[in-house]
């Protein structure tokens, strides 16, 4: 049972451009969620988090948007840049659970000249 | 500052063969966790520890053992590798479990069962 859905698998966008990935959650009791970027041949590494009390987190190019109703939130980095090409996943976790992380699949981004 | 190291960072296995994948911090934190990553599917928690001497199983630990016997280290044993078992497995750590604290990752290690 996969807690946290996310979309596109894959993303290609061109430099200057706008990507956008989305994951949706089923449990409510969850209360944390990160961003984690990963290059080829690397672990995974925190971008950007956010928690349910706010909407909306910016950090530089990148943006988490949070919809606590939907159940669903977003990543949005602006002016997409060749170096930001990597894998993006979304996660989430709960208070009392010792921090475990509940992935999603992952989105592969590319980003073209 | 080294952060999270694992040792091998590729393996090749024949089925039925044993071995331990290495993980140490040197972060001095308490929260160490294993996950397996398979393309499509994202990472998946495969055994955890709050402590030395405490560990648990996460959402797929049949075929792997954990043992935490110092705050720094934390093995994955796979007793008889199997197929099924070929992945890219992380070692990350977090300072508290609280769930707005960064997980630390390492590198990876490669492991392919033939």
């Known amino acids: 049972q996969q807690q946290v859905k996310q979309s596109p698998q894959s993303l290609i966008v061109q430099k200057g451009g706008i990507s956008i990935i989305n994951c949706a959650y089923e449990?409510?009791?969850?209360?944390?969620f990160p961003w984690y970027q990963q290059f080829p041949g690397k672990g995974p590494a925190l971008l950007i988090a956010?928690?349910?009390?706010?909407s909306e987190k910016k950090e530089g190019r990148f943006t988490i948007s949070f919809n606590k109703s939907a159940k669903q939130f977003s990543l949005h980095i602006m002016d997409s840049q060749p170096g930001d090409s990597a894998t993006y996943f979304c996660a989430a976790s709960m208070t009392g659970t010792a921090s475990k992380l509940t992935f999603g699949t992952g989105t592969r981004l590319q980003v073209t000249l | 500052n080294a952060g999270v190291t694992q040792t091998p960072k590729f393996r090749i296995l024949k089925i039925g063969q044993s071995m331990t994948l290495q993980c140490a911090q040197d972060m001095n934190h308490n929260y160490m966790y294993w996950y397996r990553q398979d393309p499509g599917m994202g990472l998946k928690l495969i055994y955890y520890s709050v402590g030395a001497g405490i560990t648990d199983k996460g959402e797929v630990p049949n075929g792997y053992n954990v043992s935490r016997s110092t705050t720094e280290d934390f093995p994955l044993r796979l007793e008889l590798a199997a197929p099924s078992q070929t992945s890219v497995y992380f070692c990350a750590s977090s300072f508290e479990g609280q769930p707005n604290t960064e997980a630390f990752f390492g590198q990876g290690t490669r492991l392919t069962v033939v």
């Open positions: 956010i928690r349910p009390d706010v």
């Open positions: 449990n409510t009791a969850f209360d944390y």
